[in-house]
């Protein structure tokens, strides 16, 4: 169960990067619009909040010890 969300963590990463979701991505949209990073931000969470919810799971589980 570890490695599948592992591998669905990279899979996010890889689409939200590939969006130009990612925070590098919205940091440099916020800065050539000059608008409101956090405002950016709130809108992709608000927007892709299941993706989020997933990569969020995704990180936890990175977090509990392998069994032996």
Do not use: H
């Not at 000059?34 to 709130?42: N, V």
């Amino acid at each position: 169960m570890i490695g599948s969300c592992g591998c669905v963590k990279a899979e996010v990463d890889v689409y939200f990067s590939q969006l130009g979701l990612d925070d590098s991505s919205l940091r440099n949209l916020a800065a050539e619009t000059m608008t409101d990073y956090d405002q950016l931000k709130a809108i992709v969470k608000r927007t892709c909040g299941p993706v989020s919810t997933a990569r969020k799971i995704a990180n936890i589980m990175q977090l509990v010890p392998k069994s032996r």
